[in-house]
């Protein structure tokens, strides 16, 4: 069973950029199609973006479509989210998430094993 955690969050200016990651243990980390997620206070989980098995294929949704970028090394465990001309907006806690299969989907329960999430604060 994988186990996620995620890293590297923190406060960050508009228009700055952030990179935010995600070590995976206890599983063979190929066997999983990544997706990044997000909540900010008093919403609903929201799915950011997802990366194949492979790494090959992306998927963003349109609000961050151009400005964020997933990538994964299926060698080290890790998956990977850059983030680039932040917005206050972006604000919140950014969770990766994993699920067995071929396909990246955008509900958050389509997803069985979480990171316990990392905090993005983008300030104006």
């Known amino acids: 069973q994988i186990q996620l955690s995620e890293s590297g969050g923190g406060l960050m200016q508009a228009g700055g950029s952030l990179g935010i990651s995600c070590a995976a243990s206890g599983g063979t980390f190929s066997d999983y199609v990544l997706a990044w997620l997000r909540q900010a206070p008093g919403k609903a989980r929201e799915f950011v973006g997802g990366?194949?098995?492979?790494?090959?294929?992306?998927f963003y949704i349109d609000s961050v479509k151009g400005r964020f970028t997933i990538s994964r090394d299926n060698a080290k465990d890790m998956a990977y989210l850059h983030m680039n001309a932040l917005k206050p907006g972006d604000t919140a806690t950014y969770f990766c998430?994993?699920?067995?299969?071929?396909?990246?989907?955008?509900?958050?329960?389509?997803?069985?094993?979480w990171g316990q999430g990392t905090q993005v604060t983008v300030s104006s």
């Open positions: 990366i194949t098995r492979d790494g090959v294929s992306t």
């Open positions: 998430a994993a699920r067995r299969g071929d396909a990246i989907l955008r509900h958050p329960s389509a997803y069985d094993f």
